[in-house]
């Protein structure tokens, strides 16, 4: 292919007002609820982040004032149990993800030279899940029925007859509502940096930071799925009964914990990915050199990627599991310090050969690496199974977590917060409040945390609120206690810096830090659409401002941006982008809605609810394809692309084919759920089943056959213009005779619970394809799907035939249950 040519220059300040005026927002509230540019989502994430951060810092601080006396005068049992279940559930669940959303979300579309995400409703749609969904759970702390059994919600405590109240239903529906959220987000950033680079920008040319989000979005891909879907059963459990869990009647509360920790130890990795990003960024340029084994780097990421789903049973090692198991999973959490020891050289390898510059950023680095070693240490002492035996759920493991979360992220995102703030405001930097804030908090977080590794070592368990009987814990509990403190005065010094920074530091010269990376080569801060023209190999900023890359301006009033190939950069069309709206509000809103009749058990209106959500749904089609031809889009001379609604490979079908990776992850841990309940749980066999359940397989092979016929139909129909009227009918009403048909109760025993929830996901996945297929002949009829326009043809194509997979291996499960049974 012949190399893509530059466009002649234009004048600078009329590229930007055209490019403004197409890509900003109206102002005041109308304005702040439409917008869906990446740069004010991705500060909203990280502002919102900040925040829920100091939240979960001053519960942290009520925890230590608990324990600074045995007698524990300060907080009663039930108090300190939500406080201590909200301060690591906000940790994980509404800071430190949501933390690197928002830094993906602002960064990548720069460092990759695009204008925007790949679906910038889906990036706005996930912000306000995010907001709905913390708000919901911090009401619940603040009117007194916040969740209150661990952060990790362990069953049967979780269950409805030792949690009777909402405060479990609190955490369930809250941080389901907000992991909708970073499953958005995932599918986002894979998207984006497979599909979305600056022309010519090959895989292997991408900044480090890209790669370590592609990692992390491949993990949020198939980590979140496990948990949403044990939240989605416990929930299920509480509200309607059914045994998922329940001993008594075939469930198994180890199930939970299987499903909860495949999600758990990925999002370790899941949090560290973005935060190394951040320094594999920022070291090279404090240490005027470039990044030490780049390639090595690239592959300890995809070795991490990989080896952290095969280690979540090193949380287990005590709840009684085969010997085998135990080396196996001791082994592979030893291994994992391989990869991760790997990135530890390379950096301390470019601090070699570079020349260390010891400014704020780099003083926050020293203090990741003095205080994640530790923390990986700690880990592979953990990852041996008799020294595990005697040091699970104490105080040990409380101290090794917060080594690796705050060693291993906190001070990776304060480094990434000082070193891009220019970038955010704009501004330049209050000099000296940082440099006292970092002391404090690296002197308070080891006098904290050091000594609670020999608090966990004298036998102090975790989650516990008074120790009267222990005099030996009482001075260490006292020095975490002061220096917790401590390192709180310093956590507010930073954020206090920030505000100077922003409130009142001098204008910022472009790239103050000369690091000569994309991301710095627009003003400060960065204007809506990023860059006037999309960058070639070589230009400088002044070329792009001028127009000469591709794709200058905004020459036909809409939102255009280049989609290339995904591995070698190529050009390959012109992606239209949606502009300001105000349906992903309104569709979380609904979504909230919905979960709020639910956390109230107003079951009834929930299902109304259900209707009201796919209804909104439905109005987002209205922008998809085009009702005439436009012809190809000119980018550079001599090259001209076709617009996205004209081909089947756009960014709509590489989004749905991440989407159902995640869909496919989560049907895959109903199918371990089948087979570990069938195989581990007590009181199995299940109780012979009804007659009801060998009439359903006669439905359910009608459907399958219908689902056969529409798929051919659908393609007949659209080759030859025919209506497309009929093609949902036969699979509705197969699956209306497939529930007609009816299972046994699914109360009786997990058996029967677990076919139900299986039936319910098929039931979810025929509606949508139901949807998709009325899309079609709706977008038919109005010429947006026409010779030459596919629009959502693609889309329903490989729904429809996810779905009819899927159905078949529900509907051979039941079948082989019964034959052998």
Known sequence: MIPPRPNPPQNALRLHRELDRVW?????LRGFLSSVNHSELGLRFMIAAFVFFAVAGMLAMLIRTQLATPGGAFLDTAHYNQIFTMHGSIMMFLFAIPMLEGLGMYLLPKMLGARDLAFP???????????????????????????????????????????????????????????????????????????????GMRLTDMPLMAWYMLGTAAMMLVGFPPLILGSVLLEIERAFGWPFFDVARGGDPLLWQHLFWLFGHPEVYIIFLPAAGAISTILPVMCR?????????????????????????????????????????????????????????????TMWQGRPQMRLPMLHLMGFFSTFVIGGLTGVMLAIVPFNWQAHDTAFV??????????????????????????????????????????????????????????????????????????????????????????????????????????????????????????????????????????????????????????PGAPRDRRETLVVEALGGAPRHVAVLPGNTLLPVVTAAVIGGFVLLMLFGFYRPAAVALAAIALTAWQWQGFMGCRRDAGPVEVSPGLRLPPNWAVEDGLAR?????????????????????????????????????????????????????????????????????????????????????????LDDPTRHARDALRAAGLGYVVLHVGIALMLALLCLVQRRDGRIAPGR????????????????????????????????
């Open 24 to 28: 900003g927002r109206p102002p005041g």
């Open 121 to 199: 409703r889906l990036s706005a749609f996930g912000w306000w899940c995010y907001l709905f969904g913390g708000a919901i759970i911090l009401l619940a702390l603040l009117a007194g029925v916040a969740p209150d059994g661990g952060w990790f919600m362990y069953t049967p405590l979780s269950s409805k007859t030792y949690s009777p109240g909402i405060n479990a239903d609190v955490w369930l529906l809250g941080i389901t509502f907000v992991e909708v959220s970073a499953v958005a987000a995932a599918v986002e950033i894979i998207v984006t940096v497979l599909r979305m680079r600056a022309p």
């Open 289 to 349: 050199t470039r990044i030490m084994g780049y390639g090595a780097i690239v592959a300890a990421v995809l070795g991490l990627v990989f080896l952290s789903f095969g280690l979540w049973v090193h949380h287990m090692f005590a709840v009684g599991i085969p010997h085998m198991a135990l080396a196996f999973f001791s082994a592979a959490s030893a291994l994992v310090a391989v990869p991760t020891a790997v990135q530890i050289f390379a950096w301390i390898g």
């Open 398 to 551: 409380t101290a090794h977590l917060h080594y690796v979360l705050i060693g291993g992220f906190v001070f990776p995102m304060m480094a990434a917060a000082v070193y891009w703030l220019p970038l955010f405001s704009g501004c330049a930097r209050v000099k000296g409040v940082g440099e006292a804030a970092f002391w404090l908090i690296l002197t308070g977080f080891h006098g904290t945390f050091l000594i609670m590794h020999l608090t966990g070592l004298l036998g102090m368990p975790r989650r516990i609120d008074a120790y009267p009987d222990n005099p030996e814990w009482i001075l260490p509990n006292l020095v975490s206690s002061l220096f917790g403190f401590v390192m709180a005065m310093g956590f507010a010094l930073f954020l206090l810096d920030l505000l100077l920074q922003v409130v009142f530091g001098s204008r910022a010269r472009r790239d103050p830090w000369e690091a000569g990376t994309l991301e710095w080569a627009m003003p400060m801060p960065a204007p809506s659409y990023n860059i006037a023209s999309l960058p070639l190999p070589g230009q400088t900023a002044l070329d792009l401002a001028r127009g000469e890359g591709m794709l």
């Open 654 to 742: 590489t989004g749905l084919v991440c989407l159902l990776i995640a869909n496919g992850t989560l049907l895959a841990c109903l199918l371990f759920a089948v087979g570990f309940l069938s195989v581990i749980a007590p009181n199995w066999p299940a109780p012979e089943s009804g007659p009801g359940t060998a009439r359903a397989a006669i439905p359910a092979g009608l459907l399958l056959l219908s689902l056969l016929a529409a798929s051919a139909l659908a393609r007949l129909s659209l080759a030859r213009g025919a209506s497309a009227a009929l093609l949902p009918l036969g699979a509705a009403l197969a699956a209306a005779g497939l529930l007609a048909a009816g």
């Open 790 to 821: 596919v629009s959502a043809w693609p889309v329903w194509r490989i729904w429809q035939d996810y779905t009819l997979a899927t159905t078949a291996v529900l509907t051979g499960l039941v079948a082989a249950q019964e034959v052998l049974s």
